[in-house]
Nanobody, 120 residues
Framework: QVQLVESGGGLVQPGGSLRLSCTAS????????MDWYRQAPGKQRESVAD???????DYAHSVKSRFGISRDNGKLTVYLQMNSLKAEDTAVYYC??????????????WGQGTQVTVSS
């Protein structure tokens, strides 16, 4: 059973930084994509940062130049470094991955979410 587990959320003041982590576990043959999404209260879930296996990245316009996505392939972990945080970054952050599992099926997986609150 493939699972994604996030960590690193919390309360931070405006202008501060946080680093989120998401680790995949289980029978995994390949990870094609690992992304970060977020969902603020009363809003739809939105893509924040994409990282594909080639190493290409893409960011939502609202976080470009402030957030950075990276991956440690050996640890099956993706990170989201968030700098210069703003109140509008407050949301539950979700990790998403498209994974080729050990049974040779490719599926989409989501983490349980981690709360990020930016407030003074």
């Amino acid at each position: 059973q493939v699972q994604l587990v996030e960590s690193g959320g919390g309360l931070v003041q405006p202008g501060g930084s946080l680093r989120l982590s998401c680790t995949a576990s289980g029978s995994i043959l390949n990870i094609y994509v690992m992304d970060w999404y977020r969902q603020a209260p009363g809003k739809q879930r939105e893509s924040v940062a994409d990282l594909i296996s080639s190493g290409d990245t893409d960011y939502a316009h609202s976080v470009k130049s402030r957030f950075g996505i990276s991956r440690d392939n050996g640890k099956l972990t993706v990170y989201l470094q968030m700098n210069s945080l703003k109140a509008e970054d407050t949301a539950v952050y979700y990790c998403y991955a498209r994974i080729l599992a050990g049974d040779w099926t490719t599926n989409n997986y989501w983490g349980q979410g981690t709360q990020v609150t930016v407030s003074s």
